[in-house]
């Protein structure tokens, strides 16, 4: 009992606040917390495992519950697993076809719903070009050993003789005193019902068929940037008349004040042969000296009035004694301006700002062909021909040496794929303004009644079935419905596709996306805030709690090892008592 007594004194002795104090609870602590992997690594891999059977359970893709859930045979959910794949495949195949017609073929030309007025477009511009290339008179001043003669007959598209192979290069000067006058070409014009002696609007121009009159062209000055040609550099503005620029894109540069008719290029009048174009021709027969056909008349282009005309390739024929009625349809083309955003290999087409030209101030097909031409001819001849744009301001014009190397530059470019690819940078324009030209003629005659026309009167029947023509040019309707390009396959029509595909396939939305999003980042990155906080918030309760339970412990374990040994001595005392018995008995 005594020891007993001892045993419970040092009991309370041990388990006061000294035993406390002086105890290290730090290496304890260590050995009651359980040996684990990092909370990190735990935590993350439990909410995501959480996160992904929770969004399978309750996403709206079809198959993902079905792969998912655990009271399925695992054989069924490797079928719906299969299925899924092959839907996906399958889906992704049309899309990508979706993706290529998007990508591709955004533009598809259709009809402008909204009618465009003729009063709004100005009047085609009219280049008439006498087939005659020399007048017969001027020819015979040169003699055959001359340059000039070798260049007539260049221009007569003649074979040439190679002792006359020499010559100068001033083809202008030449083409401009050998040729017929515009005063003499037009003999009679007449613009709608407000001005009848229109001819003086006639300007001498020279192109690929000789010194040719053209009316209704923008001035000079807003046509070229440089090196104006020399038949145009003198060019004034008729009294009455303001020069003002015109694009198809942009119009007319400025809202006009003043009626159409007072501006040049002029716009269209109205419908019909009273308000249209009527000009009376004079063909000069009896100064013949050489034709660029095989014919005697004149060969007439109509083009917009911002680029240069093509009339050898496209121009058409009038012949002498005749009187044409020349009906006009325009053409235009019009593009929404959302396509600039797409690539220029697919629009097929260039803006005004986009095509930049050396020699134009103005960019369309038919200008930047003939700086291309230009430019394989400097390439391939050294040299432009005297109709073809200066580039270079200074470039050398090629005299008849260079002729054969002219020829198949330009023979190559119409047949041949490797010239004609050189061109192909020559993208249509977005805007343009085109005319094509209906004819229907009848001879002239007088036999038995009077001339309509009062200016034919002065001449004698055989000079007018020899040498005059009348045409009238003149719209037929006074509206025409404009090509528009347009998006084929707009981003918002990309979308409506791809996600009719998604959702007939997969049953995929806009919203499956933001599911995507909250499982996989929102909700996951927030279980394992709320995780981290439990666990700072048990180690925080651990810590306050750990000294008084040690204790408890530390003086419980003392006490158990006290009465263990205590124990041990009453046993061995025990014996020993035990034993002294034995002996005494």
């Known amino acids: 009992m005594r020891s007993l007594r001892k045993l419970r004194h040092s009991w309370r002795r041990h388990s006061g606040s000294r035993f406390l104090r ?20 735990v935590s993350w891999r439990y909410v995501l495992a959480l996160n992904t059977d929770e969004f399978c359970r309750n996403t709206s893709i079809h198959g993902l519950k079905y792969i998912n859930s655990r009271k399925l045979h695992n054989a069924d959910r490797l079928f719906f697993a299969a299925a899924l794949l092959a839907v996906l495949g399958f889906a992704g195949f049309l899309m990508q076809d979706a993706f290529d017609k998007w990508n591709t073929t955004p533009v598809i030309v259709g009809i402008n719903p909204e009618p465009t007025y003729i009063t709004n477009e100005p009047f085609p511009a009219v280049t008439i070009c006498n087939l005659n290339q020399a007048l017969a008179c001027r020819a015979a001043q040169f003699a055959k050993d001359m340059p000039q003669y070798a260049m007539l007959q260049v221009l007569c598209r003649r074979k040439l003789n190679s002792q006359l192979s020499r010559g100068n290069n001033n083809w202008e000067q030449l083409i401009s005193n050998i040729s017929q006058p515009c005063s003499a070409l037009v003999i009679g014009c007449r613009f709608g019902a407000l001005d009848n002696q229109c001819e003086r609007m006639f300007y001498p121009i020279i192109t690929d068929e000789g010194l040719c009159c053209v009316f209704n062209m923008l001035h000079p000055r807003f046509m070229y940037k440089h090196n104006v040609p020399l038949t145009l550099r003198n060019i004034s503005t008729p009294k009455g008349y303001q020069a003002v620029n015109w694009h198809a894109e942009l119009g007319y540069n400025r809202p006009l004040g003043k009626p159409h008719h007072q501006y040049y290029p002029q716009a269209a009048l109205g419908i019909g042969e009273s308000l249209g174009l009527s000009l009376t021709l004079d063909v000069g027969a009896d100064d013949y000296y050489c034709s660029s056909a095989s014919s005697i008349g004149f060969k007439v282009a109509l083009h917009s009035p911002n680029e240069s005309p093509n009339v050898r390739e496209t121009g058409f024929l009038l012949s002498p004694g005749l009187e044409t009625k020349l009906r006009i349809e325009p053409a235009k083309m019009i593009t929404e301006l959302q396509l600039r955003q797409v690539q220029r290999r697919y629009r097929h087409c260039l803006f005004h700002d986009e095509g930049k030209l050396r020699y134009f101030v103005h960019y369309t097909q038919r ?14 001849c050294g040299c432009v021909v005297f109709y073809m744009p200066r580039i270079n301001g200074n470039d050398t014009i090629c005299s008849i040496r260079e002729t054969q190397c002219v020829e198949r530059v330009r023979l190559h470019t119409v047949g041949s794929t490797g010239v004609a690819s050189y061109l192909d940078s020559c993208l249509p324009s977005c805007f343009d303004l085109t005319f094509n030209s209906f004819t229907y003629s009848t001879r002239i005659s007088a036999e038995g009644f009077k001339f309509a026309n009062p200016q034919l009167k002065n001449f004698s029947l055989e000079h007018l079935e020899r040498s005059i023509a009348v045409v009238h040019m003149y719209f037929k309707e006074q509206t025409f419905r404009a090509s528009k390009q347009t998006e084929f396959i707009g981003f918002s029509d990309f979308l409506s596709n791809v996600g009719g595909l998604m959702g007939l396939f997969l049953g995929f939305s806009f919203l499956s996306i933001v599911e995507c999003i909250y499982f996989a980042l929102i909700r996951p990155c927030r279980t394992y805030a709320e995780h981290k906080n439990q666990r700072f918030a048990q180690r925080l309760e651990l810590t306050a709690a750990t000294p008084q339970k040690f204790a408890q412990q530390a003086a419980r374990k003392w006490f158990e090892t006290e009465l263990g040994q205590l124990r041990q ?14 002996q005494n008995t």
């Open 569 to 582: 001595q009453r046993q061995r005392y025990a014996a020993y008592k035990r034993h002294l018995v034995v």
């Open 367 to 380: 200008n930047c062909e003939m700086e291309c031409m230009s430019r394989l001819l400097l390439q391939h």
């Open 22 to 41: 002086n105890f290290q609870v730090q290496p304890a602590q260590q050995q009651l917390e359980p040996q684990s992997k990092p909370a990190s690594v």
